[in-house]
């Protein structure tokens, strides 16, 4: 390839769910991340400058990747969407520790349609 390709950043991310009108009241009210537009069986979000598209399929696939939402403060996050009636598969916890002494957190929750979902937090020492 010649040096001046380059791929930009993800523009789009897809995921496939049973029932759009549900999925669009979730991902917007209990989640919170901005609603761009629906049509038809489609919903867009805008997930901090990448776009997430929900699909309605007649089976939700359950193939898909997982898709980590970062955020600022891990408990907080947590915390915030257990109030709005979130189930968690576990608390947020350390999952590794960088050489600079960076800690990555992550908690694990799972949309309407059962898949896993999770958030992410660094935190610096």
């Not at 776009?51 to 990747?65: P, V």
């Not at 992550?106 to 610096?124: E, N, T």
Request: with cysteine.
């Amino acid at each position: 390839m010649p040096d001046s390709f380059a791929l930009g950043p993800i523009g789009q991310i897809s995921r496939s769910v049973g029932d759009i009108a549900e999925a669009q009241a979730w991902y917007a009210n209990v989640l919170g991340i901005p609603h761009l537009y629906t049509f038809g069986t489609l919903a867009f979000f805008d997930c901090g400058g990448t776009r997430l598209m929900l699909s309605q399929e007649a089976q939700a696939s359950s193939g898909e990747s997982m898709i980590y939402l970062r955020v600022a403060d891990i408990g907080q996050a947590h915390d915030e969407l257990k109030s709005r009636g979130v189930e968690f598969v576990n608390a947020p916890h350390m999952i590794h520790k960088h050489a600079d002494g960076t800690e990555e957190w992550m908690a694990f929750f799972k949309d309407p349609d059962g898949r896993p979902l999770g958030i992410m937090s660094q935190v610096k020492p």
